[in-house]
């Protein structure tokens, strides 16, 4: 990606296309998920991501995914339910 394009998508002059946001997310060292997202909500805005999100899920971050693998390495992946006590840790891990 030329310093031009780059130069573009700061200024809203062009749209970051999708096949492009790993390279990006890679140069610019932030997480691709993230990047994808919000490349989504600028090509086709609300509806395009609530479609997606609709059919595949919420799109998750790296550091999220973490999360998820630890609590299916902790349940024996038994998809367990979040019941009041694991909700209540969580919230304390977080100062909430």
Known sequence: M????IAMLKTGATKLPLDRVASLATALE???RLLFNLA???LGGDTTVRAIE???GVVVTKN???WIQEIRDASGH???SLISKG??????NFGK
């Open 30 to 32: 932030c997480d691709p």
């Open 54 to 56: 609709e059919i595949f």
């Open 64 to 66: 999220e995914v973490v």
């Open 87 to 92: 909700q209540t840790a969580i919230r304390r």
């Open 40 to 42: 989504l909500e600028q």
């Open 2 to 5: 030329n310093p031009n394009m």
């Open 78 to 80: 038994t998809d367990p």
